[in-house]
Structures are given as structure tokens and as C-alpha cells.
């Protein structure tokens, strides 16, 4: 982080719903991270995402979407909490996980053998 807070060095797409099915289209896995402003924790899961992205190159997408302003669609995936991934295979939601200590590369690789991700906390849901 800088002196600011904000994350360095991450490339991940802001999205929107308008453009959510163009960037699911992208490679077989994404993640979209469903964060807000005002919520401090997001920065650890958007650094988590920093570390991986290059180890996954052309297998996943990585993006980012504010519910603040994507309000409806965060209703239409009952979206419980931030920070949280939205996990996506072949453009179909498989899973919505809650929290900073989630695994998101361990949650990729299960995904690619076909498999769900760790939803444990009480929060998550498929």
C-alpha cells in the first residue's frame, strides 16, 4: 500500500454489470472482487489478489467491482458481506466467498479440477 492506502501494482478490471459477461468470457476461471470504499478489509484480498495474478496468467481474470455502485447486482448474487470473491467458471457463478482469509489461488486450482471453492465461512455460499 502507499501513503495513501491505496493497493499498488494490481491490474485488476474495474467492472460493472453492464460489462461483466465481456470480461467472464476472458479465460475459464475469474474472480471478481466485490469490495467497497469504505471498507478497510479489501485491501488485504486485493493484495492477496497482487501476489497471484501472474501465476495464473491466461487461466484466470481478475476484476474488482464497488457494490456501492452496483447495488443491484450485488442483490442479485445475495451478496452478504465485503471483502468478498465472486468465483466464476466459464462465465457461470459457482460461488460467492466471504472474508480475508479465504485462499484464492487454492480456491482457483480446485476450481480447474473441477471442484468448488472453500465456502466454510458461514457466510459463503454456492
Not at 457463478?93 to 486450482?109: E, M, P, S, T
Request: negative net charge; proline residues 2%.
Amino acid at each position: 500500500m502507499d501513503a495513501e492506502g491505496a493497493v499498488k501494482d494490481i491490474s485488476m478490471t474495474k467492472l460493472t454489470r453492464a460489462d461483466l459477461n465481456t470480461f467472464l468470457r476472458q479465460t475459464p476461471v475469474a474472480v471478481v472482487h466485490l469490495d467497497a470504499e469504505w471498507d478497510g478489509y479489501r485491501f488485504a484480498v486485493a493484495e492477496q489478489i497482487a501476489q497471484i495474478e501472474s501465476q495464473f496468467a491466461g487461466v484466470a481474470s481478475f476484476g474488482y467491482m464497488d457494490v456501492d455502485e452496483e447495488q443491484e447486482y450485488a442483490r442479485e448474487i445475495d451478496l452478504r458481506n465485503t471483502p468478498a470473491c465472486a468465483y466464476f467458471k466459464h462465465g457461470r457463478l459457482i460461488a460467492v466467498v466471504i472474508g480475508i482469509g479465504q485462499d484464492i489461488a487454492k480456491n482457483i486450482q480446485v476450481i480447474q479440477k473441477g471442484g468448488l471453492p472453500d465456502t466454510s465461512n458461514w457466510m459463503s455460499r454456492l
